[in-house]
């Protein structure tokens, strides 16, 4: 099996979710928006990824080639983790301008399945800052009204924590 995953923008999940695409290394494609390499030179990852010999496909365009991927057959999932707000809201509203929400898209179209894992998950988050600084963020309504929406759409499964997201990644890995 092969996995398609995207890191959007976001620093909740992070460190987490890259510890997972390391242990799986040889079954990931490990797609970078440009929001998601910003973040990872923010929480220092850039050295802890390139020291892993992970496959990283940095792809700065909203309409890839990279979205065909899906069509061909080349992917049996797709994973967004972690996806910010505003991804889950492109996601949610069918907008696909962006790397990760044309990905969403093209797999969405191509019948392969989609996990998510959104960053704001719930009303109130405790999330560690780039310099290791607890914070308590409180997403918005609407935040989690795209979020409810995203987890009525065919094939797409939205994890609420990371427990929930290695459960169901371990029948494709």
């Known amino acids: ?92 509203l069918g907008i696909a301008d962006s790397l990760p929400s044309n990905l969403f898209s093209q797999a969405g179209k191509s019948k392969v399945p989609i996990l998510v894992l959104p960053s704001d998950v719930s009303p109130r988050i405790e999330s560690l800052t780039p310099t290791g600084r607890r914070i308590m963020v409180y997403p918005r309504p609407v935040d989690l009204q795209h979020l409810r929406t995203l987890k009525t759409f065919p094939g797409v499964r939205v994890a609420n924590d990371l427990r929930e997201l290695e459960d169901c990644l371990r029948f494709y890995l």
Do not use: Q
């Not at 398609?4 to 999940?13: K, P, Q």
């Not at 695409?21 to 910003?38: H, P, Q, T």
């Not at 220092?44 to 940095?58: C, P």
């Open 1 to 92: 099996m092969k996995v398609a995953w995207v890191v959007t923008g976001a620093g909740h999940f992070l460190k987490e979710c890259l510890e997972i695409v390391e242990k799986n290394k040889d079954k990931i494609n490990l797609f970078l928006s440009s929001a998601g390499i910003e973040v990872i030179k923010m929480y220092k990852y850039g050295d802890f990824l390139e020291r892993r010999d992970i496959n990283i496909v940095k792809d700065y365009k909203s309409s890839s080639p990279s979205c065909g991927a899906f069509a061909a057959g080349r992917y049996d999932l797709l994973v967004i983790a972690p996806a910010t707000s505003n991804t889950v809201a492109k996601c949610a």
